[in-house]
């Protein structure tokens, strides 16, 4: 298992496990609220499929603070995955 971590100071805080297939299993992030403090908000990757050459995850599960907020499967035949190309900014680049 290999851990990638960053932080930007005041905000976020990043802690992603990769496994030996280079597969993200988990995301733990930890982001700054005014009220709460540090949020950890935790989220799984499983049952990952080949879509067109792309592995992409079918079960998604994600917990705020240790309650579940989201649960996303593509078990089901009826619901479909698609994978949405999105370009982001790294400072002031695009990527």
């Given at each position: 298992m290999t851990i990638?971590?960053?932080?930007?100071?005041?905000?976020?805080?990043?802690?992603?496990?990769?496994?030996?297939?280079?597969l993200v299993e988990k995301v733990e992030?930890?982001?700054?609220n005014p009220v709460?403090?540090?949020?950890?908000?935790?989220?799984?990757?499983?049952?990952?499929?080949?879509?067109g050459g792309v592995q992409f995850p079918t079960n998604i599960t994600q917990k705020q603070a240790g309650v579940p907020t989201l649960v996303?499967?593509?078990r089901s035949?009826?619901?479909?995955?698609?994978?949405?190309?999105?370009?982001?900014r790294v400072h002031g680049r695009r990527l």
């Open positions: 990638i971590s960053f932080a930007v100071p005041g905000q976020l805080k990043v802690k992603a496990f990769v496994n030996e297939r280079n992030s930890w982001n700054t709460l403090g540090d949020v950890l908000t935790e989220t799984t990757y499983s049952d990952y499929k080949d879509f996303a499967s593509g035949p009826t619901n479909k995955l698609s994978i949405v190309k999105q370009r982001v």
